[in-house]
């Protein structure tokens, strides 16, 4: 009788410390994404890039070329600027890239393999999720090269990018979310 009542309360025990504890956002930062997103007025600054994994990014991390902390699959940005501008119907992207192009491009009027694009986006679409968090997506233009954008918002002002280009793998950037300020 003691072993099952202990047994049940071990079980008990694993069962609430090993729960997902869920954060709620509060109304004021729902409101303030809200505000965001409504006014198409926002700007996105990274500060981890997480490039796809490939054979190329796997040689370079162990050539050790890569900075301490960093890995194949997951470079910090802190120090490097980039951003991603939206401002109406017109988006501009300042984005270092990490990984393989598979085809280049040339080299008059490139964008030094940043990902760099200015100009109005198209097939913009905006869903806003159960957790009040927003799916923004679009398609892009750089000087030679589409992207399809896709951005998560959640309430606590994190970002999170997927940027497909019609020439590289696909990236995603992690970062934080502000409203558009003329510097």
């Keep these: 009788m003691k072993f099952k009542i202990t047994s049940l309360f071990i079980v008990i025990l694993l069962c609430v410390s090993c729960g997902s504890s869920k954060t709620n956002a509060t109304p004021e930062q729902i409101k303030k994404l809200d505000a965001l997103v409504a006014n198409q007025s926002f700007q996105i ?10 054979m190329a990014m796997v040689a370079i991390q162990n050539a050790g070329i890569l900075p301490p902390g960093d890995n194949a699959s997951r470079i910090n940005l802190h120090g490097n600027p980039n951003e991603l501008v939206l401002k109406g119907e017109k988006v501009s992207s300042k984005l270092p890239y990490y990984g393989e192009v598979q085809m280049p491009s040339g080299y ?3 964008d030094n393999g940043s990902i760099s694009f200015e100009g109005t986006v198209e097939d913009y679409t905006v869903v806003q999720n159960d957790n009040h968090s927003y799916k923004i997506s679009f398609k892009a233009m750089s000087n030679n090269e589409n992207f399809n ?9 994190k970002s999170d990018i997927l940027l ?8 995603r950037y992690i970062g934080k979310v502000k409203p558009f300020t003329t510097e």
């Design 164 to 171: 497909q280009g019609s020439k590289r793998f696909p990236i």
């Design 45 to 54: 600054e990274s500060d981890w890039a997480y490039p796809q994994a490939t």
């Design 149 to 157: 954008v896709s951005i998560v918002l959640y309430p606590n002002l």
């Design 108 to 110: 008059n009027g490139s």
